[in-house]
């Protein structure tokens, strides 16, 4: 969904600690009305975390006089470097006991200074995190552990430019630390956009999207930033990897595949060459009802099967829809959003209700809405899903446990895995506080084999184990994801946090290819330490 | 394009040295005639190779008795696996000199197999070929130096099964060895298509298509059989490779991608997951003729930039529509074809229509072509397409010099790119061999942001010196795409005969990742000795 922001290269202050603008937080009074509804909760909210509060370490490092000038050891902006935005992060800020805070952050403005940073932190036994909009929620940004003599963040928002666009090829070079909003207004007066809208788009970079290989704006067909990829720079230790601008190649494994997802472990991505899309003109969305949910995972099924290709394809579980105010009655709610740029998209949304009222879908009137409103149940999600983030942290607030994790399996194990996730995960809150969890499921993205399930979690913790108690909780999702073999991840990428689960999954003759190009490209092993490899 | 085959397990005989059937290729009178139309050819064609005319020494080794039963030392199977089917391999057939002959050709039934072969050859300095269809253009399947004891070819086509078919899910379990019809022979009973259908769609193999990124039946969006893959099989000799059956993952890097156009160098593909199709109930065809190849590019750019997805969308220019029949009025020929299987795509048809007419483009007519033929010019292309390999091989006989090759570039390179290498290529021929030669391109496949080119060169020859004089007129096609930033290959893969281009075209730190894969995976380094790494 297109996040909306007026002024992207804002001067407004994000926070340090939690989701987005501090002046979009939630503020006391909203903190305490949330946690009203979740028992077990707090009498008041913890007070906001402040920097002053923190005892942060002389940098243990000084940077080369030559690269002093994009270096900064200012003790705010190394706070707001030392996690990415999960819950886990968001909570032992609260609690006084954030991640390790790097020694120094780097603003590098080019690929050269890039190199530069690496061949200094190389020689030196530097740890360098490679840092986009810090919105990681799987632990992708932070150091852990002591075997590197100091640590640099290295964040490239300065590195947010559009550096060529053709037109005709519909593609752009694009520097890596564009925030999304910084990127689209740069593509707009041509008419052109990327249309990767994660729900992060404000306060994520297209490094990041790529490192993370993130799920984006499209529901079916193309989900991933994988596919919108022509080539990529990547500044390793090794040197520097340019893949020629092409549509299309069958010279051997793909170069660019190896890079996406990578998670700044083999290199940093310093720019790519982006396949773009010319605005849609034409757009049509819907909700429809289910009362029984897996006539609604067939409805969503038989959809994803089809060629009408959605761009939006969201199936709400009754518990998601209640929260969203997109349903109050226990329905399940399939929201439908169809774009074009060429030409008018309403017999694909009549199509799709059509096979969404053949399994027991009802309501859905189509509403073209080129120019006027969408549908109510649609709106209703869309403020509710830019919202989320920051209600989460008023939660956390709370004293609550609140997260999320998404999954991807095939068809045929998606009804038993979403049943399983909720029963064991409520099971596993309920043993860790004593509280009664409310566990919501979506599918953000379907296929035509299978789809991808997005859960919410919530409970009250108990002051000060919160991150304990999230801890074991995920450890039974993620055992549960196991056994049905559905991914450890299908867009938040695997970080710190999912690292344990990824090396189950991934087949071992893989893990020997990547840890053998580890040692070729990171040698002094200084690259996001802890990533994907040892 | 569909290649039709009563009969896929056919007992009928596989040429050894030429293309497909033998009772399929062109007989002497027809050899004779098509040479007529190429000045300078011979008076008469070459004859049949025989394998009794060639001198084949006893196998190196000889193989463990616990896999003897799946090996042969049988000289015509050593011969026929000697090679692939480029004009290369052909006409060193024709004259005698075939590449190394393998010392042994096994067949594996099972992946167990694979592993058991790879350890004993591993263990004895015996290099491995795997071998699919042996239908490669780029001397993908011989072995070139003298760094091993001896050759084995690991032919898969005795792992032909399909094991499990998910119908709801609209997926299979393949064995890596299963020929086009005899994979489609088995899923045709569930209603169900992999719709891979490569010029060689007969005499190649899913394992084959997989190693080597091959292209296949839609002209636009999924034209790669990578995208059709949900896990893989991968037997190493440092251990087998299975990845999950995922609709999708952000997990890493992908573990497929890396196997996913390897070519024998990584691992063997034993199988794989493969997504399917429903069969296609509505289709939808059309040509359309242009006066103008520069408006007719103009056309299909603005195809591939809709959504109306055409499955066919090829470009022939006025040689190749000759050629094909297509057009006999120095016409542009454009021919479009539509498929869907949940409902009708004449609006589809008529959309594209309407733009190639809007770019000077005339005809056309639709054709709705459910039941009843398809347009002639349609019919025309399907039909040349498929009988060209044998035509190829026919003309090879009157001792011309005849090959196609392949690549991609973004739209603003393509004009430029064709227009370079119709003029160099013809100079380096007419230099060459003191002839003038045809150089015709088609569109095979098309891209939102650029294209994939598929030239023919046809030229007399001079008797003994066929294969230096095309190596000559290939290393200024290559010169010319490496100028254009074009790729050494879009769906012919690399194999040897591209190795050169495609290193200079590689990033460095890529091939240095390549590198270390191949010696975690590799060590002994008997896989596919000289593809793709060193």
């Given at each position: 969904m297109p996040a909306t922001t007026s002024d992207p290269r804002s001067t407004r202050l994000r926070s340090w600690w939690g989701w987005g603008y501090t002046d979009a937080r939630t503020d006391d009074a909203e903190c305490a009305a949330m946690g009203s509804l979740l028992p077990g909760t707090l009498a008041a909210p913890l007070p906001i975390p402040r920097v002053a509060d923190l005892s942060i370490a002389p940098p243990a490092v000084t940077p080369p006089p030559s690269l002093a000038h994009i270096v900064t050891a200012d003790p705010r902006v190394r706070a707001a470097h030392s996690m990415g935005k999960a819950y886990r992060d968001v909570i032992r800020a609260l609690r006084g006991r954030p991640g390790r805070i790097p020694d120094l952050v780097a603003h590098p403005t080019g690929s050269r200074e890039v190199a530069d940073l690496l061949d200094w932190a190389g020689g030196r036994g530097v740890a360098v995190i490679p840092f986009g909009?810090?919105?990681?929620?799987?632990?992708?940004?932070e150091y852990r552990g002591d075997a590197h003599r100091a640590v640099l963040s290295l964040d490239l928002t300065a590195m947010d430019r559009v550096l060529e666009i053709d037109t005709a090829g519909r593609a752009a070079r694009i520097q890596a630390g564009a925030l999304g909003p910084v990127l689209e207004d740069q593509l707009r007066p041509h008419g052109l956009t990327l249309r990767h809208f994660p729900q992060s788009f404000e306060f994520s970079t297209l490094g990041g999207w790529l490192a993370t290989r993130a799920g984006g704006h499209y529901a079916t067909g193309r989900t991933h930033i994988d596919d919108f990829v022509q080539s990529l720079e990547v500044v390793t230790p090794a040197g520097v990897s340019t893949s020629w601008r092409l549509p299309a190649s069958g010279a051997g494994p793909s170069p660019d595949r190896l890079f996406l997802g990578s998670e700044g472990a083999l290199g940093v991505i310093t720019e790519a060459w982006m396949r773009l899309q010319e605005r849609p003109r034409h757009k049509a969305s819907a909700s429809v009802a289910f009362a029984d949910f897996q006539r609604a995972l067939d409805a969503v099924r038989a959809i994803a099967q089809?060629?009408?290709?959605?761009?939006n394809c969201r199936l709400l579980d009754p518990g998601e829809a209640l929260f969203s105010g997109a349903a109050h009655d226990g329905s399940t709610v399939l929201v439908l959003g169809f774009e074009s740029a060429t030409g008018p998209v309403d017999d694909r949304l009549a199509g799709a209700l059509d096979l969404a009222r053949a399994h027991g879908g009802h309501g859905g009137a189509a509403t073209a809405n080129r120019e006027g409103p969408a549908d109510a149940a649609v709106s209703a999600w869309r403020t509710a899903f830019l919202r989320m983030p920051y209600l989460r942290d008023g939660l956390a607030r709370m004293g609550a446990v609140v997260e999320t994790f998404e999954t991807a399996a095939t068809w045929d194990r998606i009804p038993t895995l979403i049943e399983a996730v909720r029963t064991e995960v409520a099971a596993a809150a309920l043993k860790a506080t004593g509280h009664r969890a409310t566990v919501n499921c979506r599918l953000t993205h379907v296929y035509p084999d299978g789809a991808a399930p997005y859960f919410t979690v919530a409970v009250a913790g108990r002051p000060g184990e919160e991150v304990r108690i999230w801890d074991d909780i995920k450890a039974v999702a993620n055992d549960v994801l196991h056994r049905h073999r559905a991914t450890i991840t299908h867009h938040h990428a695997?970080?710190?946090?999912?690292r344990a689960a990824y090396d189950r999954q991934r087949p071992e003759p893989f893990a020997l290819a990547l840890r053998a190009a580890k040692d070729a490209l990171d040698p002094h092993r200084i690259l996001n330490p802890g990533v994907l490899v040892d």
């Open positions: 909009g810090g919105s990681s929620v799987v632990g992708g940004v089809s060629d009408l290709a959605p761009a695997v970080g710190r946090d999912h």
